[in-house]
């Protein structure tokens, strides 16, 4: 029957062909999925009213098939009895997050949740992600049968450990990759400038004013009210970074590492490097912890803020 291909196209389909056609359906998916701001940060996650670049998007789709390529192609070098080529396993693993694709078209239609408290969207988009992530699933588990060979209560174990190993792998890879989303790349060039024998005087904010605003920054993240950070960032920083990426980046980190806790106040580390005050505040998270990296300018506003 027909109907099968939907679930299993690998016994006609492996190899170069498969993917070739796999990469141009996850490429899509990146651009739809960015114009949709939905994203696909893990190997088996989405997440919806994300804000992110191109660039994120693509990287997004990169990880999740290096992530499920690597640990099939392993569990199948390891258990199979046959003979496995990679380019079948990433061809099958590549084509078989076409559902992928059908869930960022359906996302121009009026389901992707416009905030948390969006629930009629936040449902409907939860249902329709729920039923095409099953759909994805059963793709890669026919994917690893056919290029791994592996059938039967062998097989289906074997998949399943992989599958799990594939999503802590490529979480942890968003974890390690999480502070570039919160970067002025380099701090912001000195104001102060000579000319002969004038010199342009640098002001200091004083200690007390930069542990003040770093306290109501981290009591606006606690309260997830990004809006309030926005307010202590730069002009470079404004540009570079908006309250929805500062909202989806520490979304992803509780994603990642369950329920915030608190803030570490009593292991904060404090520097100086040239006119920048560096603050570095310890986040403490249900399974496990990130630092919030504070570089404060000389007249007390944040020049860079980094998750790590």
């Keep these: 029957m027909k109907t099968k291909y939907l679930i299993n196209p690998f016994e006609r389909i492996a190899g170069w062909p498969a993917l070739l056609i796999g990469l141009c359906v996850m490429a899509l998916t990146a651009v739809f999925g960015k114009i949709n701001k939905v994203a696909f940060d893990g190997a088996l996650d989405v997440h919806a009213g994300a804000t992110f670049s191109f660039a994120a998007s693509f990287a997004m789709q990169a990880v999740d098939l290096l992530a499920l390529f690597l640990t099939m192609w392993l569990a199948g070098v390891c258990f199979s009895k046959t003979k496995v080529r990679a380019v079948d396993v990433a061809g099958t693993m590549a084509l078989s997050r076409a559902p992928m694709l059908l869930l960022v078209i359906l996302s121009f239609l009026p389901i992707v949740p416009a905030g948390l408290f969006d629930t009629p969207r936040l449902t409907v988009f939860g249902i329709v ?52 989303m919160f970067t002025n790349p380099e701090p912001p060039t000195s104001d102060a400038a000579s000319d002969g024998n004038q010199t342009t005087a640098v002001v200091v904010a004083d200690t007390a004013a930069i542990r003040r605003n770093a306290t109501q920054i981290t009591e606006s993240f606690r309260q997830g009210d990004f809006d309030a950070v926005v307010v202590y960032l730069d002009d470079n920083m404004k540009k570079a970074v908006s309250a929805n990426q500062l909202k989806t980046g520490w979304a992803q980190c509780a994603a990642s ?52």
């Design 129 to 180: 992600s729920i039923v095409l992530i099953i759909w994805m699933i059963a793709l890669m588990y026919h994917a690893f049968s056919v290029s791994c060979r592996m059938k039967g209560t062998r097989g289906t174990v074997v998949f399943i450990g992989a599958l799990l190993v594939a999503e802590a792998v490529s979480k942890c890879l968003f974890i390690f990759l999480l502070s570039s």
């Design 257 to 308: 590492l369950g329920a915030f806790e608190k803030f570490d106040w009593k292991n904060v580390k404090k520097g100086r490097k040239d006119k920048y005050e560096i603050m570095e505040i310890p986040c403490v998270f249900e399974k496990g912890k990130v630092t919030l990296r504070l570089i404060f300018n000389n007249d007390g506003t944040v020049g860079g803020l980094f998750i790590r």
